[in-house]
């Protein structure tokens, strides 16, 4: 366990460590994030993620303290490795299980990056909707983010406690999934809107803040008289962090269909939602050209979900991680590309 809260508290120093240097840097005074600004970001965060699937090559097996053969046979066994190896050959068991744990954390950070996406979308109606100025973006999200990765390791650690002690709640996530996918794909051409003034978030803390109206130097509080209020910034910062409550309910089971490594899950997790902030600066004035990409999602879910249904079925048949890889990459590729080659008609009742 120790070595467990090592690894652990050592990636939380260096999140720390990274979102700190993104505030000096990136958050001088407000004003809006230039395409350029959020490219950068956007590939510091993403080779950040591949340094550490470098990592976990090499040094995965520190991460649960596995330097014989009976711990590495105990750490498989509790988190359902779908892996083979040589219990007479320490060295090479060790290489093939950082080797899956590795693919385990990029194949669940390629879904969860992706699911992201959808977010986004979200995301850009409710900055619309609320009215806020695109110079206090960056802000709204970095504090979004920060409530976001502690709402994930609260959801993330109880989700493997669940497993642990109810197997048969993987089927429970898997039929959620699949039903979440197909309800994606039905609702898919469907316009989405949000009532500033209607909305539950918005509702219940008016119940219990005074609001003020008007955004008052990019500040989330506004004090007069004496008195504090919230302002709309607030306002959707609030709303965004329901909003990713409400996404964590389907990426979260999405990753454990890859890894039931609770660590595994939170590490891929987090990265994704690190760089979703420098991605959505970077396709929120595009990210409607990607009209195919709700559909490619949907197939996604669907297809996870299925996977959680038949893992013991697909287990038999040499189903493995890299397999799972290779069918998600192709199901956003192909979703993309067809994006690209046939873009909606002008006229398309999805553009108005």
Known sequence: MSHELMFFGGFIL??????????????????????TTAAVMSVIWVLFALGFFVVLRIWGNQLHDVHDIARLQEVIAKHYHN?????????????????NLSLEYITGYVVEY????????????????FGIPEKYYHKVLVWGILGAIILRCIFIFLGAALIAKFGWILYVFGAFLVYTGITMYINRNQEEEVDPQNHTVVKFASKYFKVYPKIEHGNFF?????????TPLFLVLLVIEFTDLIFAVDSIPAIFSV????????????????????????????IHKFHYLKVGLAFLLVFIGLKM???????KFGFTTTHSLIIIISILAISVIA???FPQKKDDPALK
């Open 14 to 35: 260096f999140i720390i460590l990274m979102l700190a240097i993104d505030l000096g840097l990136f958050s001088k005074g407000d004003k809006p994030i230039s395409l």
């Open 83 to 99: 892996i083979k190896i040589n219990p007479n050959d320490l060295a090479a068991s060790l290489k093939i299980y950082n080797n």
């Open 259 to 286: 890894t039931k490594d609770p660590y595994i899950v939170f590490f891929s997790n987090i990265f994704a939602i690190l760089g979703l902030r420098s991605m959505f600066f970077l396709l929120v004035n595009i």
């Open 309 to 315: 249904l038949l893992h013991s079925w697909l287990e």
């Open 222 to 230: 506004h004090f007069e008289n004496g008195i504090r209020y919230v």
């Open 339 to 341: 994006s690209l080659l």
């Open 114 to 129: 992706a699911l992201s996406v959808d977010n986004i979308f979200v995301m850009v109606l409710l900055f619309h909707s």
